[in-house]
């Protein structure tokens, strides 16, 4: 079936320091990718998605490119900000599947001054 | 346009008490899901609908039921709680369910079962 997997947080940074989480992901058929950010007491919104191989999805200063060849969609940011500190969850939504989506299980960001 | 809205916010139950959750959307949105989220578990869908009167089984449904009577209104049901219901509890609606679309969520509502 398929799978989301993400490094295990929390992840703590200093403000403008670069930002990597890695997701990595298997599906049955040719999914769309999501990153979804829960900010403290609030749920999931979308940060960004990208629906096919190569893509690049973008938002807020956060980048995150759909690899085929390694199955990853690596959430990065260049300089983050003690507003960025939240849940981060990759996602996929298979076509070959019942579309509903895989979430992985969350990477906690903590930024500090 | 509130988007989704959840009730109650906070809710507290002993075991065996029911209790039940409510999700409203004002986006004309097809499909509706229930998650409950626990730490380190990530999300994991409970139940969801494709549309007016229709529900399906998610990956964990045991325990729960859910009713789709409206379309803007997806009912999450707990008859006899137990302690390992205590969790948070997220709605969440898209337009369609394509592999590209979007999920919208709620604010969550956080459930402890005493």
């Known amino acids: 079936g398929d799978s989301v997997t993400q490094m295990e947080g929390p992840v703590t940074l200093s403000e403008e320091a670069f930002l990597t989480i890695n997701c990595t992901y298997t599906?049955?058929?040719?999914?769309?990718l999501f990153w979804y950010v829960q900010y403290p007491g609030e749920g999931l919104q979308l940060l960004l998605k990208?629906?096919?191989?190569?893509d690049k999805g973008s938002n807020k200063g956060f980048e995150a490119t759909y690899r085929k060849e390694t199955t990853s969609f690596h959430l990065e940011k260049g300089s983050v900000q003690v507003s960025d500190s939240a849940v981060y969850f990759c996602?996929?939504?298979?076509?070959?599947?019942?579309?509903?989506?895989?979430f992985g299980r969350g990477t906690s960001l903590i930024v500090h001054p | 346009n509130a988007g989704v809205t959840q009730t109650p916010k906070f809710r507290v139950l002993k075991t065996g008490q029911s209790m039940t959750l409510l999700c409203a959307q004002d986006?004309?949105?097809?499909?509706m899901y229930w998650y409950r989220q626990d730490p380190g578990m990530g999300l994991r869908l409970i139940h969801y609908s494709v549309g007016e009167g229709t529900t399906a089984k998610g990956e964990v449904p045991d325990g729960y039921n859910v009713s789709r009577l409206k379309k803007q209104n997806f009912l999450l049901g707990l008859e006899s709680a137990a302690p390992s219901q205590t969790s948070v509890y997220f709605c969440?609606?898209?337009?369609?369910?394509?592999?590209?679309?979007?999920?919208?969520f709620g604010p969550g509502t956080r459930l402890t079962v005493l």
């Open positions: 990208a629906t096919k191989a190569d």
């Open positions: 986006m004309n949105h097809e499909y």
């Open positions: 599906a049955t058929g040719y999914p769309s």
């Open positions: 969440a609606s898209s337009y369609s369910l394509t592999s590209a679309d979007t999920q919208y």
């Open positions: 996602a996929l939504s298979d076509r070959g599947g019942s579309y509903i989506p895989t």
